[in-house]
Nanobody, 123 residues
């Protein structure tokens, strides 16, 4: 069973920084894209940033220049460095990964989610 475990959320003042981490565990053969999504109260979940296994990145326009996604393939981990945070960044942040896993003799690709971590930015 693949699990994604996030850490690093919290409360910060506007202009401050936080770093989110997400580690994958389980019978993982490989991980394709990894990303961060967020969901604010009353809003739909939205993509924040995504990174391929080769390191190519893509960001939501609202976070470009302030948030940076990175990954460590050896540690099966993805990170989100968040600088110059704004109150509108307040949301639950979710880690996402497309994982190739082996269950006995079966290999399958699954889209996995973490449990979410709260980020609150005060004005």
């Amino acid at each position: 069973q693949v699990q994604l475990v996030e850490s690093g959320g919290g409360l910060v003042q506007a202009g401050g920084s936080l770093r989110l981490s997400c580690a994958a565990s389980g019978t993982i053969i490989s991980i394709n894209d990894m990303g961060w999504y967020r969901q604010a109260p009353g809003k739909q979940r939205e993509l924040v940033a995504i990174i391929t296994s080769g390191g190519s990145t893509n960001y939501a326009d609202s976070v470009k220049g302030r948030l940076t996604i990175s990954r460590d393939n050896a540690k099966k981990s993805v990170y989100l460095q968040m600088n110059n945070l704004k109150p509108e960044d307040t949301a639950v942040y979710y880690c996402n990964a497309e994982v190739r896993e082996q269950i006995w003799t079966t290999v399958r690709v699954r889209n996995c989610w973490g449990q979410g971590t709260q980020v609150t930015v005060s004005s």
